[in-house]
């Protein structure tokens, strides 16, 4: 697994070990986490319910970003409740420690499907790596600056320690959400924190996850005060989106088109059903609390729909990769945001294509 360190200037070559580094570490596993399960795929444009009408079912392996939580959670409930198994599909879900690791796994042919976050799926391919977004598990970014002082603006946080994981790219984020009040990063204190202190010498605020950090600290009986990063000056952006290699989407259309018609049924059965949801996650990792993921999957349902109403689930709108592209261009995070808008496809999506 590739480490994350710094990245190179803008205009310097994009050599692999240069690009990943401004990518968002996430939270590590004990090791990793296979859950060989049964599940899916075949079928093109038709809604199927009788298997076996399909043909045997064919081995699809997911490479997620990290391990089994609300983040997944369809893809979790889609192999719990048969509905990979109804789409002639025998899913397995590997559980990373990152975007790195799900797509190392996918340019390696371990995976045929990965989930990752949109910063990564563009830095790899303005690495050279031939792989397009699908569609996306939630239709928005998870970060946010939260604080647990006030926070009306943010001339708050000028001269305060703030807190990042570290990479450019929370950096960035950070100092998008200072320049809507006219303010530079060095006008406050960059630390490394993961999160904000009411007392003492920590962070004033950070750069952390809203669906996740911040409804852990609500549940802790604080009351977080939080700015998404999509109110902060940055475009929006998914970090789950669904890639598969430009060979599997110009050859396997059938097995993605099944895939994804497994998943939105999935993901509408964990709209339907949180607590059964919360549930299946708790099985696959009782590391979790069942509190914590009912209250994570309560506030991601915000995000589990397209922003636009009348595109089906899983639809990403390639002018806000395009305008996301170009800001990450911007402040040096890409070389060019050239094929941004190409990097994503709807074709696959039901109801979408052929």
């Known amino acids: 697994m590739r480490s994350a360190s710094s990245v190179s200037a803008a205009r310097a070559p994009l050599a692999r070990g ?46 997620l970003s990290g391990p089994a939580s609300a983040l997944y959670a369809p893809l979790y409930v889609g192999v719990a409740d048969g509905e990979f198994t109804r789409g002639a599909l025998r899913v397995s879900l590997t559980a990373g420690s990152s975007d790195t690791a799900s797509l190392d796994a996918l340019e390696s042919g371990q995976a045929q499907v990965a989930i990752a976050s949109e910063p990564a799926v563009l830095a790899a391919r303005a690495d050279g790596e031939r792989v397009v977004a699908i569609g996306a598990l939630e239709d928005g970014a998870l970060e946010a600056i939260i604080s647990l002082r006030p926070l009306a603006s943010p001339r708050a946080l000028v ?126 990792n009782p590391a979790l609390s069942m509190r914590l993921e009912l209250a994570a999957l309560s506030a991601t ?38 094929v941004a808008g190409d990097t994503i496809t709807d074709e696959f999506l039901p109801g979408q294509g052929e």
């Open 159 to 284: 001269g305060k320690k703030v807190g990042t994981d570290g990479t450019k790219l929370a950096a960035a984020e950070l100092s998008s959400y200072l320049e809507t009040a006219g303010l530079s990063a060095a006008q406050v204190r960059l630390v490394q924190a993961s999160e904000p202190t009411a007392r003492g010498n920590g962070a004033y605020a950070v750069v952390a996850r809203w669906d996740l950090d911040a409804v852990a600290l609500a549940i802790a009986h604080h009351r977080p005060n939080v700015v998404r990063v999509a109110a902060a000056g940055v475009p929006r952006y998914t970090d789950l989106a669904i890639v598969v290699r430009v060979g599997e989407a110009r050859h396997q259309g059938a097995l993605i088109r099944a895939f994804l018609q497994s998943l939105t049924r999935a993901e509408a059965m964990t709209r339907a059903n949180p607590t059964g949801a919360a549930q299946i996650l708790v099985r696959a």
């Open 301 to 338: 349902q915000t995000v589990a729909e397209p922003s636009a109403g009348n595109q089906p689930f899983g639809y990403q709108s390639p002018y806000a990769w395009q305008s996301f592209g170009e800001w990450m261009a911007a402040r040096g995070l890409l070389r060019s945001a050239a």
């Open 18 to 63: 240069r690009v990943w580094p401004l990518l968002r570490r996430r939270r590590r596993l004990r090791g990793l986490l296979v859950l060989p399960l049964a599940a899916a795929c075949a079928g093109c444009g038709e809604l199927h319910t009788d298997s076996s009408a399909l043909g045997p079912a064919r081995p699809l392996t997911i490479a």
